[in-house]
């Protein structure tokens, strides 16, 4: 009796000190995780003068200056930039990306197969493959530093991420849905955008935020490829780390302009995020 | 096939086939048909391209991805033969003079070993970090949704944001990581600068937003998993370090598989931490060969010598490629 007793204390002494360990890990990498994150913060809302001093002011009158600053500056004009390329590259992978990854979900060829491991060949890719002959092609064709050229660069790992992505989606969706409409006098064309496409409407929409959020970021080849009228806000934080590293308050401003519509849209495709990650559930 | 013929057939009498039907029939989307005639030869049109839709509704798409993709890796290879010069392009087959002069150049065989490092190194230390992150995320404790949803931040900072900060973090003399040594009473070391801590640097920055993209694809595998064999394994009196050998360890094999090829790729596409960070330095103690490509392309103009580079990469790449094109057969 008395074992046992003994027994059940010390486990349920052992199993309180693991629940502490285990909080107290997450706290401590917790701090590792914000670390960047306040910096980012306690720097943007900071005087120039007083941000970057040793030691850090934790405490002080937050100042909005250099957001306004920037807006009213040729940031702007990235963020405009940005918004557009994001726009439009995204529009593009949906409106081809979708119909082809609907037409892989219902074919059984034999080369299909073949073609979803190309796409994720192509996504994974790493993005200099295609920067540097991409280069040469825009040079020839004295494309270097428009839109069009940096939305086709965009598709490089928008349309393969958007076919692979709304093909599982589209899996998703039995295919009697297909049949069944088409019995009922729908054409292909019809049943596809009158039965399916809405179905499948929450995932591709959680595609769309995905993608959005991948141009929205992109930052190398929008860096080689920009001009200063096409320059997104990424290349123009870059501008500020080699132009002016001593104003970190207006550089840790824009890092912010850059990453909150992120944190925004991941908040609204929360769900679809981990399957976003997983490649569009590639391990199920 | 007979299956299409048959519906094919079955649409020929439908509302759906405009012009056939005749003006009383109306379309799905509500609009009235329009009369016979000339539409005649469209509804045959139409018809005969609904017919092809699941040939001709992907076109564009493969179209573009393979313009976008196969035409550049195409081209690239031939370029990797040429001494193709952005500032001047005129250039000249060259044969396999880039390919020799990349065997032999010392900075090759550095760039190429800061690639196994970096990606090795931040491969074991983020896969350890993250499986360990999930274990932790995974228990049903109070408050724990909020450690899950802070966990993602980092995946939410584009990478050059976080490059920004990390540079600034690092700085020797008034970042904030040597404020908090010199508060302790550590040596502050001179970490972008020093070619001892350069690259562990540059590790730390990028298992910031590995280690948690680790963590949540294992935390998605093990709320999937199912319960019962842990819970059969506890009343059978194993201890929890069993438990996670014996039963969740294997239960997690193919999630594992995936989230270790999949930062594998990224780690060896990684690019703007090297850029912001550190610049590739000092001297080539953080030059990987995927900046060395960026430098020499866009830096130093020698392109072709670039492409030539770039093909190395695609097959330094092969053996991470080879083993995400079996996970992806067996999830099949």
Redesign the interface.
Known sequence: MASTVSFTLTSRRRRRA??FL??A??VI??L??????F??LE?AFQKPRDA?????HFIFLPTLENFRSLVHGQFAGSLLHSVILMTGSTA?ALL??V??????S??RFRGS?A????????Y???????I??????Y??LGLTGSYLSMI??Y??FQ??FT?FMTRGYFTDIPRSFD?SA?????????A?R?VILPLALPGIATVAILDAIGA??E??GAL?FSSPSTETA?VA??QY?GLDVSN?SA??AA??F??VP??VL?AVAQRG??RG???GG??? | MARASSSDATRAATPADRGVTGQAAATLDGRPVPGRGGVAVLARIRRWLDRRFFVLAPLPGFVLVAAVTLVPIVLGIYLSFTNYQPIHPTYQWSGLVNYRGLVHDPQVHQAVKNTVIFAGFGLVIEMILGVGLALLLARPARGISVFRTLYVLPLMVAGIASAVAWRALLNTSSGWINYLFSVVGLPQPNWLASPHTAMPSVLLADVWSGAPTVAIIVLAGLLAMHKDPVEAARVDGATDWQIFLRITLPALRPVLAFAAVFRLVDLFRQIALFQVVTGGGPGLATTVLNFFVYQTTFVFGELGYGAALAVLLIVMMIIPLALFARLARRSA
């Not at chain 1, 073609?115 to 192509?122: K, R, V």
């Not at chain 1, 540097?132 to 092609?137: G, Q, S, T």
């Open positions: 693991g629940r285990a909080t890990g997450l990498g917790l590792f995780i914000l670390l960047p994150i910096w980012l720097t970057f001093t040793v030691p850090p593009v081809l990306g119909p082809a990854g609907y037409a892989l219902r074919s197969r073609i979803t491991a190309w796409l994720i060949g192509a994974i890719t790493p993005a200099l493959i295609y540097v002959p991409l280069y040469v092609i040079q020839q086709l660069y598709e490089t349309m393969p076919i049949e088409w019995i009922d006098g729908c054409s292909r064309w019809l596809f009158k929205w970021g930052y190398f080689i990424p934080i870059y780390v970190w550089l840790a890092a912010l850059v990453v992120i944190m991941t995020l981990v990650i997983t490649a590639l391990i199920g």
